[in-house]
């Protein structure tokens, strides 16, 4: 049977992908992928296929293509953080997985910090459990769960209102945005979604 890579195309600029990803990119005879992913990378001789927020769809085109040739799942960041890896694990077994650098990664890099020790969690359509104090935080964002919305949360599970944080945007982009400041005056501020938050550093 044919493979499936899974390649992860890093934190959005075509600088930040790794050399192996892109070369397994160009070879592709099939690449699926968002559509901003496929707008950088495909080629007009590759059957491509866009991910929407229909992922049944995705699997039956897989299951449809499979046969016939190899596929290219392209991913933002790291396939191993918070992408399609699980789903595609769960319903194919001949998978391989191409690292990439991913926006958390990049925003600890942003700020020189060692991210070993940190919690890494996801505000993605939920609320995680084990939010009190502690470790620093790594966040993921989007756009109900925000800088404000966050920092308010924190606040109210005993986080000091004075804490630490970053707040991190449009990473590898020209228009990057990096705000350092504190959760009491990030939970009075205008929000700013869809990126990274580090907490506690």
């Known amino acids: 049977m044919n493979k499936i890579y899974i390649v992860g195309i890093g934190a959005g600029d075509p600088d930040y992908i790794l050399p192996i990803a892109k070369r397994k990119i160009d070879s592709a005879r099939v690449l699926i992928g ?6 950088t990378f495909a080629k007009s001789d590759q059957k491509t296929f866009a991910i929407t927020g229909n ?11 499979i046969d016939r040739n190899e596929i ?3 991913v933002s960041g790291d396939p191993g953080f918070y992408s399609l ?5 769960k319903h194919f077994e001949n998978l391989e997985t191409i690292p990439g650098i991913s926006s958390m990664q990049l925003a600890f890099a942003r700020l020189n910090l060692p991210w070993h020790d940190a919690r ?5 359509g939920r609320t995680p459990k084990d ?3 502690g470790k620093m935080l790594g966040i993921l964002t989007d756009s ?11 606040i109210d599970r005993g986080w000091n209102s004075g804490t630490r944080i970053a707040i991190l945007s449009r990473l590898s982009y020209p228009d990057e945005l990096i705000i350092e400041t ?18 506690g550093y």
Do not use: W
């Open 34 to 39: 968002g559509r901003r992913s496929l707008e």
């Open 55 to 65: 992922l049944d769809a995705v699997l039956e085109f897989i299951r449809q293509e």
């Open 72 to 74: 290219v799942v392209m």
């Open 85 to 89: 890896l699980p789903l595609l694990r």
């Open 120 to 124: 890494l969690i996801s505000f993605h």
């Open 131 to 133: 939010l009190e104090p």
């Open 144 to 154: 109900e769960y925000n800088s404000k919305t966050i920092s308010k949360i924190l």
């Open 182 to 199: 504190n959760l009491q005056t990030a939970a009075n501020s205008e929000p700013i979604s869809h990126g990274i938050l580090i907490v």
